[in-house]
């Protein structure tokens, strides 16, 4: 099988086999696909906005916005539009290419589509590519905001099927396959990935990625997000994942989506320079910039450059975006 042919029937096992190879095998395999299928070695970078913010009627296990847990945070109400796009004009200043706006909501109501749909359409027109997570999707509702310019549409699968009910018990995996299939329906991109460190099994994070492979075509972006622990939720306490085995998951994502963006997700406040460029050298080409994720913060400015001049990585131009240009640069081959 050619390494640039996305496919749609790995087993379990197969994947299992990839992500305990050795480290140095199973990156190996990751950099041979990432210089076949991404030989420009760009990085996209995503920026958060949290356009609605707490008082979720959900139970994520993980999440800061849940009602059912006692987090400290203050909900507040949704965004008014023009607060939204001074943030994007300030993302794209910073140099993020997308745009990803999230609501604590555990579906979208009709009543807000037509608002939600403003931003997106006005995020669009600043030239940026636009996201939204939103929750789940009902008929109708993907289609108006493709309409409105929606590039992508962010719903996690979380963890694997077997492990999720000890995370959320108030929607379920179905449910959320089924919002991402409206959202592909409707012609949306997906970005859809999980979240590593909430006390699963290596097997779970396997489960997850087999699950994600399924998905016809594969979705997008696969965002590996690292347990941001919470103070208050169940998950707070949780025993940190290493970030070898963030490595494993991120490397074997990268072979396994060949043509995906695969993020470098939250959780990289806590790490190092060195723990993320190790996560970056294992496929990752995709990060969260800017100083806040959602409810959390994220590394800024400051440190990123750092971080992107230390590993050499560079980010496509707006313009070479916007013109689906690509910008010329040493290629990994090249730079041998
Ligand atoms: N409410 C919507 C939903 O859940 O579909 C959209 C926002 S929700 C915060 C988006 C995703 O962020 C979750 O599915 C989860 O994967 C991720 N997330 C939330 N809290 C997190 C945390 N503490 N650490 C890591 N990832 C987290
Ligand atoms: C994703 O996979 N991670 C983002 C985005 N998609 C919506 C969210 C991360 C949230 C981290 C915790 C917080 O800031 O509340
Ligand atoms: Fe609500 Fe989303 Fe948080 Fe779950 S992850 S509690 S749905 S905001």
């Known amino acids: 099988m050619p390494f640039d042919m996305p496919r749609h029937d790995w087993s379990r096992d197969e994947i299992r086999a990839l992500y305990e190879l050795p480290l140095d095998a199973l990156v190996g395999q990751a950099l041979e696909i990432k210089r076949v299928n991404w030989p420009d070695g760009k990085l996209q ?28 945070l203050t909900a507040e109400k949704l965004m008014p539009l023009d607060e939204v796009v001074a943030a994007a004009k300030r993302a794209k200043q910073g140099g993020a290419d997308r745009f990803c706006m999230g609501a604590g909501w555990r579906s979208l109501k009709d009543r807000d ?3 939600v749909a403003a931003m997106i359409s006005a995020v669009k027109a600043e030239g940026l590519e ?6 789940m999707l009902e008929e109708g509702q993907a289609e108006a905001l493709k309409d409105a310019g929606l590039d992508y549409y962010n719903h996690n699968l979380d ?38 460190g909430m006390g699963e099994g290596r097997e779970d994070r396997i ?14 972006s696969v965002p590996i ?27 074997t994502c990268r072979v396994v989506f060949p043509k995906s963006w695969v993020r470098l997700s939250a959780g990289r406040e806590g790490m190092s320079e060195g ?8 496929g990752a080409n995709s990060i969260f910039v800017g100083d806040r994720l959602l409810t959390t913060d994220n590394p800024g400015e400051d440190r990123d450059g750092a971080l992107l001049d230390a590993v050499g990585f560079e980010a496509a131009s707006h313009e070479a975006m916007e013109q689906g240009l690509e ?9 041998r």
């Open 159 to 196: 963890t694997s099927p077997e492990y999720y009910g000890k995370v959320v018990t108030t929607r379920t995996y179905d449910d959320r396959l089924d919002t991402l299939g409206k959202a592909r329906k409707a012609g949306m991109k997906l970005c859809t990935g999980g979240i590593l």
């Open 130 to 135: 636009t996201c939204v997570t939103l929750g």
């Open 225 to 251: 997000n690292m347990l941001v622990p919470i103070e208050g939720t169940p998950l707070g306490k949780s025993a940190p994942i290493s970030v070898t085995e963030m490595a494993r998951a991120i490397a």
């Open 275 to 282: 723990e993320q460029a190790l996560l970056l050298l294992a």
């Open 207 to 220: 489960g997850l990625i087999h699950e994600l492979s399924k998905l016809t075509p594969h979705p997008e």
């Open 327 to 335: 910008t010329p640069k040493k290629t990994l081959i090249d730079a």
């Open 113 to 115: 589509v037509p608002k």
């Open 45 to 72: 970078k995503s920026q958060l906005l949290s356009i609605k913010t707490g008082g979720c009627a959900e139970d994520c296990g993980y999440c800061s916005q849940s009602v059912h847990f006692d987090t400290g």
